[in-house]
């Protein structure tokens, strides 16, 4: 019923999945629905089973929704690798991503991941 609503460019513009047994495959078809939605700021994903593999989702998400600034992933599976997709894969340029978005910030919470210190480095040495 999700993909319905999208058709139609509603004004959707924060998503509550918390809780939910989403997977990789279940975000790549949240991301799937949503690209290219231009009201989409929030999207809380937390405690789901969400690991490495759907990290690429939500690159594809977060770069294709201009207002998408605000990422709850915390207590899913991401570990190291799903960092290293996001922090390579989420890239700013003077306020804008690669994909020339609106974009001028991003709040990430990934607290419960597994992530270490390789994780941390990833990130910071990207951004």
Do not use: M
């Not at 019923?1 to 918390?18: G, R, V």
């Not at 495959?25 to 089973?49: A, D, M, P, R, T």
């Not at 974009?103 to 941390?120: Q, S, Y």
């Amino acid at each position: 019923y999700i993909s319905e609503a999208t058709k139609h460019q509603c004004e959707i513009d924060s998503l509550y999945f918390w809780k939910n047994d989403i997977t990789e495959e279940g975000v790549k078809y949240i991301s799937n629905c949503f690209q290219g939605n231009k009201f989409l700021g929030e999207l809380i994903l937390e405690e789901n089973k969400i690991g490495s593999a759907g990290a690429q989702s939500i690159v594809e998400l977060f770069n294709k929704c201009p207002r998408l600034t605000l990422l709850h992933l915390g207590s899913n599976k991401f570990g190291d690798e799903g960092l290293k997709v996001i922090s390579e894969g989420i890239t700013f340029e003077r306020g804008k991503t690669s994909y020339d978005t609106e974009h001028t910030d991003l709040r990430l919470h990934l607290p419960n991941n597994g992530i270490t210190e390789v994780g941390i480095n990833y990130l910071t040495a990207k951004w």
